[in-house]
């Protein structure tokens, strides 16, 4: 991942309809190739596929916009859409977008094998010590999956330049692993 700007785009697998491929309410001028690409990771997702994208480039190329249009097309697809954007006075803080990310799905914390749910407490917590960034980024994954086993599931993550380190690495753990995961 480069470290400027750069925005990642995460569908993650159920069983719904697919959003709708005729022209939406949210449509981007000039930018038809880009939404073609986000919305067939939505199809996939859909499909069973989970993926993953990174959008990258300089700041006001329309990013943000591409994020926010695909985030209303999920939620209209039927989509759980979980967001958070990177702030560069967190960037230091460990797990502050990761905790922002998941807050809508944190009643599936308590739902968690102890493992996982021990090392979420721990990471969203104000501890001494940092909890070991593979066993928050396992349950991590357990707890998308889980999401996304009663709903369609979207991540939309802007600004990465500003996620602090440790919510990075498990973003892009999730990322690899759900790509790779045959639903």
Do not use: N
Not at 75 to 98: D, Q
Request: aromatic share 4%; with cysteine; hydrophobic share 45%.
């Amino acid at each position: 991942m480069t470290p400027c700007t750069e925005e990642a785009a995460h569908a993650q697998h159920s069983s719904r309809v697919p959003p709708e491929t005729e022209p939406s309410p949210h449509a981007m001028i000039g930018r038809d190739a880009e939404l073609r690409q986000l919305r067939g990771l939505l199809a996939d997702a859909v499909g069973g596929r989970g993926g993953a994208l990174l959008i990258h480039g300089t700041a006001g190329l329309g990013k943000s916009a591409l994020l926010r249009t695909v985030g209303a097309e999920g939620a209209e697809g039927g989509f759980k859409v979980l967001s958070a954007a990177g702030v560069e006075t967190e960037l230091w803080l460990p797990f502050a977008a990761l905790q922002l990310l998941l807050q809508p799905a944190a009643d599936g914390i308590g739902k968690l094998p102890s493992p996982h749910r021990t090392a979420l407490v721990d990471a969203f917590s104000a501890t001494q010590t940092e909890p070991h960034i593979f066993r928050v980024a396992l349950a991590v994954l357990e707890l998308l999956a889980d999401e996304a086993d009663r709903q369609p599931l979207l991540l939309l993550v802007d600004d990465l330049q500003w996620i602090d380190s440790s919510s990075r690495d498990v973003l892009r753990f999730v990322a690899r692993r759900t790509r790779d995961l045959p639903y």
